[in-house]
């Protein structure tokens, strides 16, 4: 869990004060294509990727759209059926083999009520999540696919070979031609 824990002390969290947190965490894997929470299906973690990509996309008239990605150090989870305890309308996919650290919603309830830490905790990882959907939805209105797939190459050099055309073309909101032409003009 040292991934988790140098996530933590960016925000000057110590290994003691993460103590009862982590007892409450659980590893978990997913091989690369396993569906990790399906459309009407509740989000029962929220999860830190200690290695991996995700993805989330929905399937309205039968089609999967992507609306966005979670990489290695980063939180993620169907936040609105977690907090809201409602059933999802996203799928959640391993796109690479992952690995979690889990905390499940019952675990963190129960620390909120004992451990000031855990407020503390739950709302760094909550406040990462807001802003990550936050900003998604700024690029959607104010960026083009291009200024978009830019960004994500930026951001994420490493993982961006790992997506298959067909998801980053739907994430930035073309079809996979566009995104060739995209790629080659920027190349």
């Known amino acids: 869990m040292t991934s988790l824990i140098a996530y933590f002390a960016k925000f000057g969290f110590s290994e003691n004060d993460l103590s009862e947190f982590l007892s409450h965490v659980k590893k978990r894997d997913f091989a690369a294509g396993d569906l990790i929470l399906a459309n009407g299906q509740s989000e029962n973690y929220l999860s830190f990727i200690h290695s991996g990509i995700v993805r989330y996309y929905v399937t309205p008239n039968d089609k999967e759209i992507t609306f966005d990605f979670a990489f290695t150090n980063s939180f993620y989870c169907a936040y609105d059926s977690f907090y809201r305890r409602t059933k999802t309308e996203t799928y959640i996919e391993a796109l690479t083999n992952c690995e979690l650290y889990s905390i499940s919603y019952e675990s963190l309830q129960s620390l909120y009520e004992k451990c000031e830490t855990a407020k503390k905790i739950g ?47 739907s994430y930035i909101g073309v079809v996979p031609e566009t995104l060739s032409r995209i790629r080659k003009r920027i190349s």
């Open 123 to 169: 709302r760094t990882a909550t406040e990462f999540l807001l802003d990550r959907k936050v900003k998604r939805e700024l690029d959607l209105l104010t960026k083009t696919p291009q200024e978009r797939y830019e960004q994500l190459l930026k951001d994420q050099p490493r993982y961006i070979e790992k997506i298959p055309l067909k998801y980053l073309a």
